[in-house]
């Protein structure tokens, strides 16, 4: 398994914004997709966004328009830019990866959980 390193989390007020970031510089995959997931309390692990070798994204309905994913090549590093946040953002946010690329026509699958191979440890987020 390739170890992905979450960053970024911390505590904003409703309203903020935060960066997180996933350190994939062992993940030398040229063909691969990254997600973001999260986890809140008593509740089940929730698919956020995703993006592929070639640049494709996809996000949750809710998600849309208040978070984006990126990726820096040159780092090997993913990121979550969440923007508005609010108090049921509150949650634990992972990184994951699989060596397979999306298709425009098909990235459903991007946000399931059971898609992604490697995980990361998490990173906190409490919004108040």
């Known amino acids: 398994h390739v170890q992905l390193v979450e960053s970024g989390g911390g505590s904003v007020q409703a309203g903020g914004s935060l960066r997180l970031s996933c350190d994939a510089s062992?993940?030398?995959?040229?063909?691969?997709?990254m997600g973001w997931s999260r986890q809140a309390p008593g509740k089940e692990r929730e698919g956020v966004a995703a993006i592929d070798s070639d640049g494709r994204t996809h996000y949750a309905d809710s998600f849309q328009g208040r978070f984006t994913v990126s990726q820096d090549n040159a780092k090997n590093t993913l990121y979550l830019q969440m923007n508005s946040l609010k108090p049921d953002d509150t949650a634990m946010y992972y990184c994951?990866?699989?060596?397979?690329?999306?298709?425009?026509?098909?990235?459903?699958?991007?946000?399931?959980?059971?898609?992604?191979?490697?995980w990361g440890q998490g990173t906190q987020v409490t919004v108040s």
């Open positions: 062992r993940y030398t995959y040229s063909s691969y997709c």
């Open positions: 994951a990866a699989v060596p397979i690329a999306s298709t425009p026509a098909d990235m459903g699958w991007t946000l399931k959980q059971g898609a992604y191979i490697d």
